[in-house]
């Protein structure tokens, strides 16, 4: 693709490979953006297999969050989230969404249980609680991109982590960790993690 050089491609492969070899994204299920030292913004698209990434998966978008004309592909349903959330937060190079299964079971728990575990997601960066809304919707765009203004995850209720970090790696440091925290909070649980 036009917009990226092989070696900011590579990083996003590469990131892909490792969310997918962590058990953070399974499948088809989990989003990349990241922002560009030009500026411009990429998201994988619709469909794309993280863990499997090719360049024709990677889509950038204009100032408005749209695929831009020389890109073949159409962003993945989490583009408005990425962009809303970068639009917010200058300082954040790349956003994901990942659906690892302790931090996942985490957001079906609620609010209550993340914040009895506040001292296990201390060393985060900062966690925030979004509750429900529908996927695609402008409502969790924006309650994502205000909890990532001051944090670097939110938990959204029934649906799992957004992450967001200076730059791809950092992204993918912070998803590890939390992941081994919510582990952490289940293996601690007084009912033994039972959902």
């Known amino acids: 693709m ?15 490979r490792r969310m997918y070899q962590r058990d953070l994204v399974t499948g088809a299920l989990g989003s990349i953006g990241a922002r560009l030292p030009s500026g411009g913004v990429v998201v994988t698209g619709q469909g794309s297999r993280l863990g499997f990434l090719k360049d024709f998966d990677v889509v950038a978008l204009d100032g408005q969050g749209l695929a831009r004309q020389e890109t073949t592909g159409v962003p993945d349903g989490d583009a408005g989230l990425i962009t809303a959330v970068m639009s917010a937060q200058p300082a954040a190079g790349a956003v994901i969404r990942v659906q690892p299964p302790y931090v996942t079971a985490l957001a079906h728990r609620g609010r209550r249980k993340i914040e009895e575990s506040r001292g296990l997601l201390q060393d985060l960066g900062g966690v925030a609680f979004v509750p429900y809304y529908r996927k695609g919707t402008a409502g969790l765009a924006g309650a994502v991109a205000g909890a990532l203004r001051e944090n670097h995850i939110a938990i959204i209720e029934r649906q799992g982590p957004i992450v967001r970090g ?23 649980s007084d009912d033994n993690g039972v959902l």
Not at 7 to 15: G, I, K, M, P, T
Not at 166 to 188: C, G, H, N, P, Y
């Open 166 to 188: 200076s730059d791809i790696e950092d992204a993918v440091d912070r998803a590890e960790a939390l992941e081994a925290a919510a582990k952490v909070i289940f293996l601690l």
């Open 2 to 16: 036009s917009a990226m050089k092989k070696s900011e491609l590579q990083r996003l492969v590469d990131a892909g």
